[in-house]
Every structure is written in structure tokens, then in C-alpha cells.
């Protein structure tokens, strides 16, 4: 049983601190006479403005003769064949050996592998380049987290599928949620969504979804929409707007029988 329900609707445009907007704090319009137990995500709009490559997550290693050589991929959307075209040039304009890169896929009378195959033409003497991930692009190169993948002979092949998705989930985390070790008010699945489109989030049951609210004497937010690992999206300089519910959760006192 609830009682004191009340509906918030939030604008990240109206945030008091914070420079983006997936990451901010804001003034939560909640009485300071008034204190409830459970608050829940009924809505939100989100545009799906984030990149595929964001700006500071944007790099991996090449490493040549046993030297590391940064690569950087413009913070941008891509699809498959536009980021193969970009990955060779950044690639061709970066070695310091004067070694030639180029990146394939199956074609179109082929068997789809979802795969990248990539060539360099220069190595002698039994020196092969490599590629060295920590936890940037190695999704869309088709490789491992903190790895590093040697070529053989002038040629490698990608571990795993490429990855174009931008992001299979958000995570919409804020400190109004008291619960221990997980600060996450409520995840956001973005499949079917396109590029530059808008992320609907609408709770369909609430009882369920509903998380223990933070006690605090304020009013004032964070709220930050992450990657699985918590990695912030920067949405480009858009905004959001959300609809809370904050209650209070009242039990039913359980009668005793001699």
C-alpha cells in the first residue's frame, strides 16, 4: 500500500551543475516537509546523441618494431565500411615505419563473417605489427578488451564480430537511489532505436521497478546515463526530460492470533 505519491518531471536543461547533460545535478522539486521510501523512473525521453566513438575513448595502440604508436579515430557514427576506410588511413598516416595498412570484409558473394581481415604490406625480417587494446574501439575492430593481437605473415583477422551498435543499454545511475553498491535508477534498452533518434522509456509496472530512496534533508541530484561500464554518453549538447514518482510505502500491520 502507498500513500504521499507525488510526480516529478525533470528537464536536464534545468540542471544546477554539471556541463553535459548525461551528467548533472539538479533540483528535485520534493517539499523539505515531506520524507518518502521509494522513488521509480516512470518516463523518459533520451536522444540517442551519443557517438559510436566517443571523444576520450577514441584510441587504441599500434605497436611497430616494438615502439607504441597512438591511433585516433574521430569522435563520430560510423558504419561498417566508412570505419573501414577511416581505420586504414589513420592507420597509413601514423606509421613510423612507412608500412601500408588495409582493412577487408567477406563481400557480397562471400560467406558473412561479420569479421575484419587486415593486411600490411612492408614488414620484413620477421617484425609484425600489433594492435593493443585496453577498453577503447576494440569492439569495432572486432577484438578483446586488454589485448594484443599480433599479425602473422602480413595478415590478421579480427577475434570477434564487429560492432556497430552504439550501445545495447543505458544506465540512468543517481544518488536518490539508496541501495548498497548499485546507485542504477533504472536501465534503458535502445535496440531498433536509429542514430539520432529518440530512446522512449516508459515503466510498465512500477511496484516492480521502483527502488529504496536515498534519506537525505536536500533536494538537490545527481544523475548520470553510463554505458555498462559506466562510462558517461556524452549526448552532444542535447537534453533529456524524465518523469520521477516518489512514495511512501506503508505495510499493512499483520494481526496476531492467540
Not at 96 to 106: D, F, I
Not at 110 to 138: E, H, I, K, M
Request: a negative charge; proline letters at 5%; charged letters at 10%.
Amino acid at each position: 500500500m502507498i500513500r504521499n505519491r507525488r510526480l516529478m518531471y525533470l528537464s536536464s536543461a534545468n540542471r544546477i551543475s554539471g556541463t553535459d547533460s548525461s551528467n548533472f545535478t539538479i533540483q528535485v522539486p520534493i517539499p523539505p516537509h515531506e520524507t518518502f521510501t521509494h522513488v521509480c523512473l516512470l518516463e523518459a525521453n533520451i536522444p540517442k546523441s551519443y557517438y559510436l566513438v566517443q571523444a576520450g575513448y577514441n584510441t587504441f595502440t599500434l605497436l611497430e618494431l616494438g615502439i607504441p604508436i597512438t591511433i585516433t579515430i574521430t569522435p563520430a557514427n560510423y558504419t561498417a565500411t566508412c570505419f573501414k576506410t577511416c581505420l586504414a588511413e589513420a592507420l597509413n598516416a601514423a606509421s613510423l615505419a612507412g608500412w601500408v595498412y588495409s582493412v577487408g570484409s567477406p563481400s557480397s558473394t562471400q560467406p558473412a563473417t561479420g569479421r575484419f581481415t587486415y593486411a600490411v604490406v612492408g614488414p620484413g625480417g620477421g617484425n609484425q605489427p600489433s594492435f593493443v587494446f585496453t577498453t577503447n574501439l576494440y569492439e569495432q575492430l572486432g577484438f578483446n578488451f586488454n589485448s594484443t593481437n599480433t599479425f602473422v605473415g602480413g595478415a590478421l583477422t579480427s577475434a570477434n564480430v564487429v560492432r556497430f551498435q552504439s550501445e545495447d543499454a543505458l544506465y540512468i545511475h543517481s544518488d536518490i537511489v539508496a541501495v548498497s553498491g548499485n546507485d542504477v535508477l533504472q536501465e534503458v534498452y535502445t535496440s531498433g532505436i536509429p542514430d539520432f533518434g529518440i530512446i522512449n522509456y516508459r515503466c510498465l509496472q512500477w511496484d516492480v521497478m521502483a527502488k529504496p530512496m536515498a534519506s537525505t534533508t536536500g533536494n538537490v541530484y545527481r544523475f548520470t546515463i553510463t554505458d555498462e561500464f559506466a562510462t558517461p554518453m556524452n549526448l552532444n549538447g542535447l537534453n533529456w526530460v524524465m518523469t520521477l514518482m516518489v512514495y511512501t510505502e506503508v505495510r499493512p500491520l499483520m494481526l496476531q492470533t492467540e
